[in-house]
């Protein structure tokens, strides 16, 4: 990628193909002080009120800097690194997804420590998380309901219905299968909401059973299954929108959605998955005949010993999962045994997202 100049027009070149870039676009990004506010880096000038024939009238490129007279009199020197930052897609949402399969080994550990949430190895834990959809914080205090703390130092916690975080115990009467010993198929949280929780977080507090186990499946990687072998089914769950529902004695909760939700460009964006709470709507019978069996064969593959991954939480494991991606669940445990506690709560990207730029920009990344 390079900027070019011809005739006072500013050019950027990629890969053979060359475009011209707007001069109001380049007016718009002038630095200098009397611009933007150094402290907060907003415009301390409103380009709405600029004059719409913004055009160049005199221009200079060096190796770092483009320099710039405006037909307004306004004169700027900007960086060259900062202009093709802007057109690259080195950003989070470009982080390339690993897909992964009950073959997966590495289980993305990070240990916890003082300062951690500025560390270096807070941003390579986070570009592991993006990748892999899932990481484990080992050692992670577990006094004083520490989870509020460590998500909060990452982002800002999402309350929902069950608080600003929630404890994953057996106790009686639940509102939640969660809140049982029973085994947990495969599953996202919260479908019923819009929008969903993006990230779940799971701190281990006590785990005295043998039993409990966490399990893991990749919902992108069985999604790239269904797509390649089964088109026609990964068609209609991507196409029908379903009612998910969820209903205690305080509220009502629905949303509706694909099983399987594409972005823009048609590429995998989000699962929703969980059959207790699911009602696809009446629809002729041939259409339901094709659904339900679309449904029924994705939920084989996240059900298959060839996708899961199982692992026991110790205590002070914190285990952060991309709950549009990763589906979770566990397997039963004899409460007999001993005490399983967890603590739960959720944050959105904007928070993994906030904080991986900071710590991009921090060590120059």
Known sequence: MKIELENNKVFFENKGLKKEIH???????????SFVDKTTQQRLFDPTKLKENIQIN???????????????????????????????????????KIKWDSSLKNLNYFVYKDNFFDDKEM??????????????????????????????????????NFGEFFNVKSKPNPNDLAYTSLPLAPHTDNPY??????????HCIENEVSGGLSTLVDGFTVTE????????????LTEIKVRFQFIDQTIVLEDWSEMIKLNN?????????????????LLDKQKLELYYSARKKISEFYNSNDYRIE???????????????????????????????????????????????????KFNL
């Open 193 to 202: 909401r819009n929008p969903v929780p993006c990230i779940q977080m799971l």
């Open 225 to 236: 299954k269904l797509k390649k072998e089964f088109y026609d089914y990964y068609k209609i």
């Open 23 to 33: 001069p109001f676009w380049l007016r718009e990004r002038v630095d200098g002080d």
């Open 123 to 160: 941003y390579n834990a986070l570009i592991n998380f993006y990748q892999y959809g899932f990481i484990i914080f080992k050692k992670v205090p577990t006094k004083n309901n520490f989870i509020i703390n460590f998500a909060n130092s990452i982002g800002s916690i999402r309350r929902t």
């Open 265 to 281: 460009h048609g590429e995998f964006k989000q699962v929703r998955f969980s059959p207790r709470l699911d009602f696809v709507p």
């Open 58 to 96: 005199s221009s200079n490129l060096s190796n770092k800097y483009l320099e710039i007279t405006f037909n307004d009199g306004v004169h700027t020197k900007l960086a060259i690194e900062n202009i093709l930052k802007e057109f690259s897609n080195n950003n989070v949402k470009r982080i390339k």
């Open 311 to 361: 692992f026991k939480l110790e205590p002070g494991d914190l285990l952060m999962i991309d709950n549009y991606r990763l589906l979770h669940g566990r397997t039963a445990y004899d409460v007999n045994e001993g005490n399983r506690f967890l603590q739960g709560c959720y944050i959105d990207y904007d928070s993994t997202e906030g904080k991986l730029k900071h710590l991009k920009r």
